[in-house]
């Protein structure tokens, strides 16, 4: 039987917390695979992208993630697909699962403890948003769940969304992305844009950029010089140098400083000094499809969530 988990069934088994855990554990474990995953891109004859990210794969879990996504940014929502949760020990297809839910929590969430671990602690803290969706939604609600901020600025291209999210996260909307980056000592980009929005002279010491928007050819959030002159974090060198943020920026994988993994293995001691700007900067990993999806398919086993189907009836 496989397991059919729509959004709402996906907002019912999972919380913040567990999934950061779960996504923290994973950045530890995760480059001990021998399979590396694997993220697939091609244009389409229509005005979107189609992706895929193969194989899922934890140490520990009996099972592995392959996820299908449409990307048409005019659309609403923007990306839509379907997650593939497979047996390890014969392939049964055990759930399918929405993929924007899961992509949305992993990305947002994965950022946040980048973010966290990166940015200069303090109570005092103003946390900037540029690009108001749902990857920004779960960014802020995990950083907070991370750490104390005292204030939130944000700036989106349609000021109505800008102001739902301000008055949601008790902040307050601004006219464009570098008065965001002057104002906050965090800045979190989630974009789609293609030009870069920020640049060095946007940035002052000590500040840290979190950019999701980089994860495929052609997109580009931060400059070239913002990026050089930062302690650079991603998730994977050679992706972000193939299709990330270093691609975009024309920086080869040297160029970064370090991975998240490393970070969290005390293989690199991240920021050393409070008055360099940092940046984390990254693509997206098959794994983290499987650490979530591993967690909700658990849970809804134990709370009945979804609908069970037999695809070979």
């Given at each position: 039987m496989t397991r059919i988990l729509t959004r709402s069934d996906l907002l019912a088994a999972l919380d913040p917390e567990s999934c950061a855990a779960a996504l923290r554990d994973g950045f530890r474990r995760a480059d001990s695979v021998a399979v590396p995953g694997q993220r697939i891109r091609t244009d389409l004859p229509f005005p979107g992208t189609a992706t895929a990210l193969i194989p899922g794969l934890l140490p520990g879990i009996d099972a592995y993630t392959v996820k299908v996504n449409a990307k048409f940014p005019g659309a609403s929502?923007?990306?839509?697909?379907?997650?593939?949760?497979?047996?390890?020990?014969?392939?049964e297809l055990l759930g399918l699962l929405d993929s924007a839910t899961i992509t949305a929590w992993r990305t947002g969430l994965a950022a946040a403890l980048g973010t966290h671990l990166l940015a200069v602690p303090s109570d005092g803290t103003v946390v900037g948003v540029i690009g108001a969706g749902a990857q920004a939604e779960l960014m802020v609600r995990g950083l907070r769940s991370l750490r104390p901020f005292a204030g939130l600025v944000v700036y989106d291209t349609d000021p109505d969304r800008a102001a739902t999210f301000a008055s949601a996260h008790g902040g307050r909307a601004l006219a464009s992305a570098p008065e965001v980056a002057a104002a906050a000592d965090i800045?979190?980009?989630?974009?789609?844009?293609?030009?870069?929005?920020?640049?060095?002279?946007?940035a002052r010491p000590g500040q840290h950029f979190t950019t999701l928007g980089a994860d495929e050819p052609g997109k580009q959030e931060l400059a070239a010089d913002l990026l050089a002159s930062s302690l650079l974090v991603v998730d994977n060198r050679e992706l972000a140098a193939s299709m990330g943020a270093l691609a975009a920026a024309g920086l080869p994988a040297t160029a970064a400083d370090a991975t998240l993994g490393e970070i969290l293995r005390a293989e690199h001691p991240g920021r050393t000094d409070a008055s360099s700007a940092t940046v984390y900067a990254p693509v997206g990993l098959p794994w983290q499809d499987l650490a979530l999806s591993w967690l909700a398919y658990r849970q809804a086993e134990e709370q009945g969530l979804g609908t069970e189907i037999d695809l070979l009836a």
């Open positions: 929502p923007a990306l839509r697909g379907v997650i593939c949760l497979h047996s390890a020990r014969d392939g800045v979190l980009l989630a974009t789609w844009s293609r030009t870069p929005l920020l640049g060095l002279a946007d």
